[in-house]
């Protein structure tokens, strides 16, 4: 039985690595078993070999209003958020669709030929129509991705970073709040967003793809509290706790994000519809925003 590489992809550094773990448990593989050999591996040159570092592409797209924020009353933050926001001492971003303008798995599925497929089950994941741990599994299931495979969609179709995020997470290291990226997404597709924005390796939350010793697609590690319902919300409780923040926000899009906003968890949810507009969750934010720009201008 293959052994299991857990692989980060290092969009700048020359030199590829992996980085040693404890066994994690594999929740979905039509090809593996229920018991694995406790293997670590360094990963090979020849596995990485052709990969060529990453370049971020800032997109120039305006985010288009589907719906109009006028129909919100909580288009304009009360005193109460912006209190909240301006004295929060961490923030926390969902990914895509939030930070990045794709969903990234709808992109690795697409890039791998199961895209419309794929793409429903997202917006089963974003509503919350469907426990996410079983939209996360049968997505993957519709196209089991390779370890090739995500490489050479990361080096296609880079990562497009959403207009202005670069600069508020400036401003908000600027005032000395903590950055954080929670997702639901894959780590090997965020860490070179996170390089890019200057957010390190320990403040991302996501899930891990799983290979073999081949590069094949073994399954996704369930011990990541994001790769299960409520998974955000636990997430951000264990960064409140851990660090004892007075005051944290969360930033997203979708239901997982809003999920956030509970005891010890997120003060404060601010949902971002500029890229998409998910009405259910837009209604029930503390502050709905449709761009970047609004976040930043209203910081001291």
């Not at 120039?60 to 933050?77: R, V, Y």
């Not at 961490?90 to 497929?117: M, P, Q, R, W, Y």
């Not at 299931?141 to 997470?169: E, T």
């Not at 951000?236 to 509970?262: P, S, W």
Request: charged share 20%; net charge neutral; hydrophobic share 40%.
């Amino acid at each position: 039985m293959a052994g299991l590489v857990n692989v980060r992809v290092n969009p700048i550094c020359p030199s590829y690595y992996l980085r040693r773990s404890p066994l994690p448990t594999v929740i979905f593989s039509p090809s593996i078993f229920s018991r694995f050999p406790e293997i670590s591996l360094r990963l090979s040159s020849s596995i990485m070999r052709g990969v060529r570092p990453l370049t971020l592409v800032a997109a120039s797209l305006e985010p288009a209003e589907t719906i109009s924020g006028t129909q919100f009353d909580n288009s304009h933050p009360s005193k109460e958020v912006l209190e909240i926001w301006h004295s929060a001492d961490a923030v926390c971003f969902d990914v895509d669709s939030t930070v990045c303008l794709d969903e990234g798995i709808d992109e690795l599925a697409d890039f791998c030929g199961a895209g419309k497929a794929v793409a429903e089950w997202t917006i089963k994941a974003m509503t919350g129509s469907v426990p996410f741990e079983e939209a996360l599994a049968a997505r993957l299931s519709l196209f089991n991705p390779s370890l090739s495979q995500v490489q050479d969609c990361l080096k296609k179709r880079p990562p497009r970073i959403s207009p202005g995020i670069a600069d508020l997470i400036k401003k908000l290291k600027a005032k000395n709040t903590d950055v954080y990226l929670v997702s639901g997404g894959f780590r090997q597709m965020i860490n070179p967003v996170a390089m890019q924005l200057g957010i390190p390796s320990e403040n991302i939350f996501a899930n891990q793809l799983l290979f073999g010793n081949s590069g094949e697609f073994l399954g996704f590690d369930t011990t990541e509290p994001t790769s299960r319902s409520g998974g955000k919300a636990t997430a951000v409780q264990q960064i409140r706790k851990a660090h004892d923040y007075k005051k944290l926000v969360m930033i997203g899009d979708g239901a997982t994000d809003l999920e956030a906003r509970k005891p010890g968890g997120a003060d404060l949810f601010i949902c971002y519809a500029g890229v998409q507009m998910r009405e259910a969750v837009a209604a029930k934010a503390d502050w709905l925003v449709f761009s970047f720009q609004e976040l930043l201008t209203s910081l001291p």
